[in-house]
C-alpha cells in the first residue's frame, strides 16, 4: 500500500525589494519651543536655519579642562520659536502628502524630552492647527472630487482592499445603516467637533498638483496607541458593562503578501472628508492615556500611531466606474507617529504606574535608538548585522519603512530650558545619528494600459449631449435612446385625419399626399443634418485619430530618447553610487584617522608631561650630582692628606727598614768576621766558655730573643737570634675570621690575639665596629701536598658613610714539615795537622750553617722592626 505523500509546506517568497539604487537619507528636522518663562536661563542657541548651538548651563560641572564645551548641531532645517504651524507643515508634512496621492508611503514622527512640544506640534490647538489636521485637509482639498461612494473600495482582514460594484456597495450602505455592530459608525458630516472649526484658516488651505483624473479615491483612518509594548485600538468600540468593565484588548502585528506590518483586527473608517476624519481622530484621542507628572500635566504615557490609508482605483475605458480587478488598486499610507517624550524618574519622581510606563516609554526610544545605530552601521561599514526590529513594537511596527517601503522624516523637538540640557544632548546625538541612514526611494507604481482622459472626456460628451438636448427643447438629461427618438418623432408635422366616406372625396388624399410630402421632406432634411453631422463627427474622429497617432509616435520618440536618458542618468547614478561609496569610505578613513590624531595627540600630551617631570627630575639630579661633585672634592681632598700622610710613614718606614737592613748585613760581616778570625787563632789559645753552639734543628727549641733596636756588639761576641712573634699579639682589639672548614694544624708558630679577640666564621660589620684589627685564616694545599696556612691580617677604618672597611697590610705563612735526615753539628776544630782541609771544610759549614741561621727584619711591615725565624738549615747538594 502507497501511502500518501504530505504535501510539503510552499516556499516563502523573498520579500520585495526596490529596483531603484537611490537613496536619501532620513529627513531630520528641529523645532524649539518658546522658554515657559521670560527669565529662565536658556541653553539653546539658534545659530543659523540649519544649525543650533547648545550651551552649558551654570550649574552643570566642567570638562576634564575645566572649561564649558559648546557644541554644535546640523539640521535639515532648524525652526525657531517665531516659526508657524503653516511654515512647518509646507517643509516637514507636504512633501509627504503630496507622495501619498502619488502612490507612496511616509513615515512622520515627532521626538523629544518630555515637555518639549511634540504633541502641540502634531495635533496643534485651536487656531494653530498642527502636522495632522493640516495633511488631512491637504488630502480631501486634492481628491474631493475624484472620491469614489462609500463601501465601493472596502478594505479586508489582511491589509488590502477589495472592489464592490455600485449594487454591492448600495447593499452595504443599507446594512450599515439598519444593523448596528460593535464596530462604530461613520461619523455623519452634521456632528462637527466643535474645536475643529478654528483649527485651520481657510485662507491656509492647500491641495496637491498632479492628482489622476482617470482614479477614484478612497480614505481610510486608524487610530492605535502602544501602551507598555502592547498594542490597543483607540477606535475600537465594545460594549460597557457597569458592573464588570473589561479590559481593552490588545492587537497583534501581521505580516501581509507583500511583506508589510499591519495591525490585526485594526478598525479602519471611511471617511469623506476633513472635518469627518478630524472627528474619527478627536474620538480616539480622549480615549489616549495620559497622566500628570512633574515636568509635564498633561504627559502623553503612550506612543500614538494615527495612519491615514489612500485606496487608488482607476476608472474603466468608458470612463464611468471603478475598474473591477483587485491589483489594479494601489493602497499608500501615511502614519503620523507621536513619540511619548523620554524622561528620567529622578525628575518626574514617578512611582508605581509611573515608573513602570516611563521604564517601558524609555526602553522602546533606546530599541529604537539601537536600531537607528545598527543601520547606520551595516551602511557605512558594509557589515550585514541584524537590526533588532521586533525587540519593541515601535521598531516593528515600520520596519518596511527603514527596508525601503517610504519616506522617513523626524521632527525633533527641543525645550531650551537649562534643566532640559542633559537629555537634549542625549536627543541631539540620536538626532545626529538618524540623519547619517540612507533609505531606499519608493518604487513607481505601474501606470494603468487605459488611455488618459477617460473621465474628462466621459464629462466632456455628457456635456455636449446635454447641451445639443438643450438647443432641440428637449430635456438636458435624457436618460436613454428611446425619449431621445420620442422627442425626435414629436418633432414632425401631425398627420391629418384620412378616412375617406365619399368616393367622389378630393380633399383628403390631395391632404394627406401633402402631409407625407412634408414629413418626406423633413425627414430628408434630418437625414441630411444627420449625414452632416457624422460626416462632421467621422471628420473629427479622423482629425482625432491623426492626432492620436501623430501623438503616440511623439510618445514613442519621447520614449525612446527617455530611455536613453534613463540609461545615462543609470550610469551616471552608478557613478554617483560609486563616488558615494568612496566618499563614505573616504570620511569613514577621515574619522579613523581623526580618531588616531587625538589619540597620538593624547599620546604627545602624556609624552610631554613625561618629559617635562623628566627633565625636572634630570635638574634635580645635576643639582644633586655637584653637590656630591663638591661632597667628594672634599673627601678626595681629605683621602688626599690622608694617604700623604701615610706615604711619609711608609718612607720613613721603609728608610728605617733598609738601615735595619744594612745594620744586619754588617752584623753578618762582623760576625762572619769574628768566625774567621775565631778558626785561625789556635785551638788552645781559645776559650771553652765563649765557643758559639750551633743552634738545634729541633721543632722545640726556642729562638733567642734580641732586641728590637740595632745596638753595636762588640767584636768576638756571638748575636743570639732572637724570635719575636707578630705584631697581633699587642693591645689592639682582634676579629678573628676563621672559617668553620679550617683544619686545626698544631704548628710552632701560633697567633696569639688576646682575650679580648672576637672569634667570626664570617665578617659581621658588628664585630668590625668593635674592633681595631682584622685577621683571616685561610688553608689551601702547598705544592709539596701539605696544608699550608696564611694569615691575612689588615687595619679596620671606619668610612664616612657609617661604615667599616678593612685595608690588608700582612701576610704571614704557617707551614708544616717533617726532616728527612739527621741533623748536622759543626766539627771540633781540635785535631791533627793532617786534618786541616777537613777542618777547613766543617768551619766553612758552619758558618753557612749559622749564616742560615741569621735574623732578618721582615719587609713591608708596618708594626716597626721584627724578625722571623726562616726556619731549619739548608741542605748541602750530595
Same mark, same amino acid.
Given at each position: 500500500?502507497i501511502r500518501?505523500?504530505?504535501?510539503?509546506?510552499?516556499?516563502?517568497?523573498?520579500?520585495?525589494?526596490?529596483?531603484?539604487?537611490? #537613496?536619501?537619507?532620513? !529627513?531630520?528636522?528641529?523645532?524649539?519651543?518658546?522658554?515657559?518663562?521670560?527669565?529662565?536661563?536658556?541653553?539653546?542657541?539658534?545659530?543659523?536655519?540649519?544649525?543650533?548651538?547648545?550651551?552649558?548651563?551654570?550649574?552643570?560641572?566642567?570638562?576634564?579642562?575645566?572649561?564649558?564645551?559648546?557644541t554644535?548641531y546640523s539640521?535639515?532645517?532648524?525652526?525657531?520659536?517665531?516659526t508657524s504651524?503653516m511654515?512647518?507643515?509646507?517643509?516637514v508634512a507636504?512633501p %509627504?502628502?503630496?507622495d501619498?496621492?502619488h502612490?507612496?508611503?511616509?513615515?512622520?514622527?515627532?521626538?523629544?524630552?518630555?515637555?518639549?512640544?511634540?504633541?502641540?506640534?502634531m495635533?496643534g490647538a485651536?487656531g494653530q492647527?498642527?502636522?495632522?489636521?493640516r495633511?488631512?485637509?491637504?488630502?480631501?482639498?486634492s481628491i474631493?472630487p475624484?472620491?469614489?461612494?462609500?463601501?465601493?473600495?472596502?478594505?479586508?482582514?489582511?491589509?488590502?482592499v477589495e472592489?464592490?460594484?455600485?449594487?454591492?456597495?448600495?447593499l452595504?450602505?443599507?446594512?450599515?445603516?439598519?444593523?448596528?455592530?460593535?464596530?462604530?459608525?461613520?461619523?455623519? &458630516?452634521?456632528?462637527?467637533?466643535?474645536?475643529?472649526?478654528?483649527?485651520?484658516?481657510?485662507?491656509e488651505a492647500?491641495? *496637491?498638483?498632479?492628482?489622476?483624473?482617470?482614479?477614484s479615491?478612497?480614505?481610510?483612518v486608524s487610530?492605535?496607541?502602544?501602551?507598555?509594548n502592547?498594542?490597543?485600538?483607540l477606535?475600537?468600540?465594545?460594549?460597557?458593562?457597569?458592573?464588570?468593565?473589561?479590559?481593552?484588548?490588545s492587537k497583534?502585528?501581521?505580516?501581509?503578501?507583500?511583506?508589510?506590518?499591519?495591525v490585526?483586527?485594526?478598525?479602519e473608517?471611511?471617511?469623506k472628508?476633513?472635518?469627518?476624519?478630524?472627528?474619527?481622530f478627536?474620538r480616539?484621542?480622549? #480615549?489616549r492615556?495620559?497622566?500628570?507628572t512633574?515636568?509635564n500635566r498633561?504627559?502623553?504615557?503612550?506612543?500614538?500611531?494615527?495612519?491615514?490609508?489612500? *485606496?487608488?482605483?482607476?476608472?474603466?475605458?468608458?470612463?464611468?466606474?471603478?475598474?473591477?480587478?483587485?491589483?489594479?488598486?494601489?493602497?499608500s499610507?501615511?502614519?503620523?507617529?507621536?513619540?511619548?517624550?523620554?524622561?528620567?524618574?529622578?525628575?518626574?519622581?514617578?512611582e508605581?504606574?509611573?515608573?513602570?510606563?516611563a521604564?517601558?516609554?524609555?526602553?522602546?526610544?533606546?530599541t529604537l535608538?539601537?536600531?537607528?545605530?545598527?543601520l547606520?552601521?551595516?551602511?557605512?561599514?558594509g557589515?550585514n548585522k541584524?537590526v533588532? @526590529? +521586533?525587540d519593541?513594537k515601535v521598531?516593528?511596527l515600520?520596519?518596511?519603512?527603514?527596508?525601503?517601503?517610504?519616506?522617513? +522624516?523626524?521632527?525633533?523637538?527641543v525645550?531650551?530650558?537649562?534643566?532640559d540640557?542633559?537629555?537634549?544632548?542625549?536627543?541631539?546625538?540620536?538626532?545626529?545619528?538618524?540623519q547619517?541612514?540612507?533609505?531606499?526611494?519608493p518604487?513607481? +507604481?505601474?501606470?494603468?494600459? %487605459?488611455?488618459?482622459?477617460?473621465?474628462?472626456k466621459n464629462?466632456?460628451?455628457?456635456?455636449?449631449?446635454?447641451?445639443?438636448?438643450?438647443?432641440?427643447?428637449?430635456?438636458?438629461?435624457?436618460?436613454s435612446?428611446?425619449?431621445v427618438?420620442?422627442?425626435?418623432?414629436?418633432?414632425?408635422?401631425p398627420?391629418?385625419?384620412?378616412?375617406?366616406?365619399?368616393?367622389?372625396d378630393?380633399?383628403?388624399?390631395?391632404r394627406l399626399i401633402?402631409?407625407?410630402?412634408?414629413?418626406?421632406?423633413?425627414?430628408q432634411?434630418?437625414?441630411?443634418?444627420?449625414?452632416?453631422a457624422?460626416?462632421?463627427?467621422k471628420?473629427?474622429?479622423?482629425?482625432l485619430d491623426?492626432? %492620436?497617432?501623430s501623438?503616440?509616435?511623439?510618445?514613442?520618440?519621447?520614449?525612446?530618447q527617455?530611455?536613453?536618458?534613463?540609461?545615462?542618468?543609470?550610469?551616471q547614478k552608478?557613478?554617483i553610487?560609486?563616488?558615494e561609496?568612496?566618499?563614505?569610505m573616504l570620511? @569613514?578613513?577621515i574619522?579613523?584617522?581623526?580618531?588616531t590624531?587625538?589619540?597620538?595627540?593624547?599620546d604627545?600630551r602624556?609624552?610631554q608631561?613625561?618629559?617635562?617631570?623628566?627633565?625636572? +627630575?634630570?635638574?634635580?639630579? $645635576?643639582?644633586?650630582k &655637584?653637590r656630591?661633585?663638591?661632597?667628594?672634592?672634599g673627601m678626595?681632598q681629605?683621602?688626599?692628606?690622608?694617604?700623604? =700622610?701615610?706615604?711619609e710613614?711608609?718612607v720613613?718606614?721603609k728608610?728605617?727598614?733598609?738601615?735595619?737592613?744594612?745594620?744586619?748585613?754588617?752584623?753578618?760581616?762582623?760576625?762572619?768576621?769574628?768566625?774567621?778570625?775565631?778558626? =785561625?787563632t789556635?785551638?788552645?789559645?781559645?776559650?771553652?766558655?765563649?765557643?758559639p753552639?750551633?743552634?738545634s734543628?729541633?721543632?722545640?727549641?726556642?729562638?733567642?730573643?734580641?732586641?728590637?733596636?740595632?745596638?753595636?756588639?762588640?767584636?768576638?761576641?756571638p748575636v743570639?737570634a732572637?724570635?719575636?712573634?707578630?705584631?697581633?699579639?699587642g693591645?689592639?682589639?682582634w676579629?678573628n675570621?676563621?672559617?668553620s672548614?679550617?683544619?686545626?694544624?698544631d704548628?710552632?708558630?701560633?697567633?696569639?690575639l688576646g682575650?679580648?679577640?672576637?672569634?667570626v666564621?664570617a665578617?659581621?660589620?658588628? *664585630?668590625?665596629?668593635?674592633?681595631?684589627?682584622?685577621?683571616?685564616?685561610h688553608?689551601d694545599?702547598?705544592?709539596? !701536598?701539605?696544608i699550608q696556612?696564611?694569615?691575612?691580617k689588615?687595619?679596620?677604618?671606619?668610612?664616612?658613610g !657609617?661604615?667599616?672597611?678593612?685595608?690588608?697590610?700582612?701576610?704571614?705563612?704557617?707551614?708544616?714539615?717533617?726532616?728527612?735526615?739527621?741533623?748536622?753539628?759543626r766539627r771540633s776544630?781540635?785535631?791533627?795537622?793532617?786534618?786541616?782541609?777537613?777542618?777547613?771544610?766543617?768551619?766553612?759549614t758552619d758558618?753557612?750553617?749559622?749564616?742560615s741561621m741569621a735574623?732578618?727584619m721582615?719587609a !713591608?711591615s708596618?708594626l716597626?722592626?721584627g724578625y $722571623?725565624?726562616?726556619?731549619?738549615?739548608?741542605?748541602? #747538594?750530595?
Amino acid at each position: 500500500m502507497i501511502r500518501p505523500t504530505k504535501p510539503k509546506t510552499p516556499r516563502r517568497p523573498a520579500p520585495k525589494k526596490p529596483s531603484s539604487n537611490q #537613496k536619501d537619507p532620513v !529627513g531630520v528636522y528641529c523645532r524649539v519651543r518658546p522658554l515657559g518663562v521670560e527669565d529662565e536661563e536658556c541653553c539653546i542657541e539658534v545659530i543659523s536655519n540649519t544649525t543650533i548651538q547648545l550651551h552649558a548651563p551654570d550649574g552643570l560641572k566642567a570638562n576634564r579642562n575645566g572649561e564649558f564645551k559648546e557644541t554644535q548641531y546640523s539640521f535639515k532645517k532648524v525652526f525657531c520659536i517665531k516659526t508657524s504651524q503653516m511654515e512647518l507643515f509646507q517643509d516637514v508634512a507636504k512633501p %509627504l502628502v503630496d507622495d501619498l496621492i502619488h502612490s507612496k508611503n511616509g513615515l512622520l514622527f515627532t521626538y523629544g524630552v518630555t515637555g518639549s512640544g511634540k504633541t502641540f506640534t502634531m495635533t496643534g490647538a485651536p487656531g494653530q492647527g498642527g502636522l495632522l489636521p493640516r495633511s488631512l485637509d491637504m488630502i480631501f482639498n486634492s481628491i474631493g472630487p475624484y472620491q469614489a461612494k462609500r463601501f465601493v473600495l472596502k478594505t479586508d482582514d489582511k491589509n488590502g482592499v477589495e472592489v464592490q460594484t455600485q449594487v454591492d456597495a448600495l447593499l452595504e450602505r443599507q446594512k450599515r445603516e439598519n444593523q448596528p455592530t460593535v464596530v462604530p459608525k461613520t461619523p455623519s &458630516r452634521q456632528r462637527l467637533d466643535p474645536e475643529f472649526a478654528d483649527m485651520i484658516n481657510p485662507e491656509e488651505a492647500c491641495g *496637491a498638483d498632479g492628482v489622476d483624473e482617470d482614479s477614484s479615491y478612497s480614505v481610510f483612518v486608524s487610530y492605535i496607541e502602544i501602551y507598555n509594548n502592547y498594542i490597543y485600538d483607540l477606535l475600537e468600540e465594545a460594549p460597557y458593562d457597569p458592573i464588570k468593565p473589561k479590559a481593552p484588548q490588545s492587537k497583534l502585528l501581521r505580516e501581509d503578501q507583500n511583506h508589510n506590518m499591519y495591525v490585526a483586527g485594526c478598525t479602519e473608517v471611511e471617511v469623506k472628508s476633513t472635518e469627518e476624519a478630524f472627528e474619527v481622530f478627536w474620538r480616539g484621542q480622549k #480615549k489616549r492615556r495620559i497622566a500628570n507628572t512633574q515636568l509635564n500635566r498633561e504627559s502623553s504615557r503612550s506612543h500614538s500611531v494615527f495612519i491615514i490609508k489612500l *485606496a487608488q482605483a482607476p476608472l474603466d475605458a468608458d470612463g464611468d466606474n471603478i475598474l473591477q480587478d483587485k491589483n489594479q488598486v494601489s493602497v499608500s499610507q501615511l502614519c503620523l507617529v507621536d513619540l511619548a517624550g523620554s524622561e528620567r524618574t529622578s525628575r518626574t519622581r514617578a512611582e508605581g504606574n509611573r515608573l513602570r510606563e516611563a521604564g517601558n516609554i524609555n526602553q522602546s526610544l533606546m530599541t529604537l535608538r539601537t536600531c537607528i545605530e545598527v543601520l547606520r552601521e551595516n551602511q557605512m561599514c558594509g557589515t550585514n548585522k541584524m537590526v533588532p @526590529y +521586533r525587540d519593541s513594537k515601535v521598531t516593528h511596527l515600520f520596519k518596511n519603512y527603514f527596508d525601503g517601503e517610504g519616506k522617513v +522624516r523626524m521632527v525633533v523637538c527641543v525645550n531650551p530650558k537649562a534643566d532640559d540640557y542633559e537629555e537634549t544632548m542625549l536627543v541631539m546625538r540620536f538626532a545626529e545619528m538618524t540623519q547619517e541612514v540612507e533609505v531606499a526611494r519608493p518604487v513607481d +507604481r505601474p501606470i494603468c494600459g %487605459l488611455a488618459a482622459g477617460r473621465r474628462q472626456k466621459n464629462q466632456a460628451f455628457k456635456d455636449e449631449l446635454s447641451r445639443r438636448l438643450e438647443e432641440r427643447g428637449g430635456p438636458v438629461n435624457a436618460e436613454s435612446t428611446q425619449s431621445v427618438m420620442h422627442q425626435l418623432l414629436q418633432n414632425l408635422p401631425p398627420l391629418p385625419a384620412s378616412e375617406i366616406t365619399d368616393p367622389h372625396d378630393d380633399v383628403t388624399l390631395p391632404r394627406l399626399i401633402e402631409a407625407l410630402e412634408k414629413r418626406h421632406k423633413i425627414r430628408q432634411m434630418m437625414t441630411q443634418e444627420y449625414n452632416r453631422a457624422a460626416d462632421m463627427f467621422k471628420s473629427k474622429l479622423q482629425e482625432l485619430d491623426s492626432s %492620436l497617432v501623430s501623438k503616440e509616435n511623439f510618445i514613442q520618440d519621447q520614449r525612446g530618447q527617455l530611455g536613453e536618458k534613463d540609461k545615462t542618468l543609470h550610469s551616471q547614478k552608478t557613478e554617483i553610487d560609486r563616488l558615494e561609496k568612496k566618499s563614505k569610505m573616504l570620511e @569613514y578613513k577621515i574619522e579613523i584617522l581623526q580618531k588616531t590624531t587625538n589619540i597620538y595627540e593624547d599620546d604627545k600630551r602624556t609624552l610631554q608631561q613625561e618629559l617635562e617631570s623628566r627633565e625636572q +627630575r634630570l635638574q634635580r639630579e $645635576q643639582t644633586e650630582k &655637584r653637590r656630591m661633585e663638591q661632597r667628594m672634592q672634599g673627601m678626595v681632598q681629605d683621602t688626599k692628606h690622608k694617604w700623604e =700622610k701615610e706615604c711619609e710613614r711608609r718612607v720613613c718606614a721603609k728608610q728605617l727598614e733598609m738601615q735595619n737592613k744594612l745594620w744586619v748585613k754588617d752584623e753578618k760581616l762582623k760576625q762572619l768576621k769574628a768566625i774567621v778570625t775565631e778558626s =785561625k787563632t789556635p785551638s788552645d789559645q781559645r776559650p771553652a766558655p765563649d765557643k758559639p753552639q750551633r743552634p738545634s734543628r729541633e721543632k722545640d727549641r726556642v729562638p733567642a730573643k734580641r732586641s728590637a733596636s740595632p745596638s753595636p756588639v762588640p767584636t768576638g761576641t756571638p748575636v743570639r737570634a732572637v724570635h719575636r712573634r707578630s705584631h697581633s699579639a699587642g693591645g689592639e682589639r682582634w676579629v678573628n675570621h676563621k672559617p668553620s672548614s679550617n683544619v686545626e694544624l698544631d704548628t710552632v708558630m701560633q697567633p696569639i690575639l688576646g682575650s679580648n679577640a672576637i672569634k667570626v666564621s664570617a665578617p659581621s660589620e658588628k *664585630a668590625l665596629a668593635k674592633c681595631d684589627k682584622y685577621m683571616l685564616t685561610h688553608q689551601d694545599v702547598a705544592s709539596d !701536598g701539605e696544608i699550608q696556612t696564611k694569615l691575612i691580617k689588615g687595619e679596620v677604618f671606619k668610612t664616612r658613610g !657609617g661604615g667599616q672597611s678593612v685595608q690588608f697590610t700582612d701576610i704571614e705563612t704557617l707551614r708544616q714539615e717533617l726532616p728527612t735526615g739527621p741533623s748536622r753539628k759543626r766539627r771540633s776544630s781540635e785535631g791533627n795537622t793532617a786534618q786541616g782541609g777537613d777542618r777547613m771544610e766543617g768551619d766553612w759549614t758552619d758558618v753557612e750553617t749559622r749564616c742560615s741561621m741569621a735574623v732578618e727584619m721582615r719587609a !713591608g711591615s708596618n708594626l716597626g722592626p721584627g724578625y $722571623q725565624h726562616h726556619g731549619h738549615q739548608k741542605r748541602r #747538594k750530595p
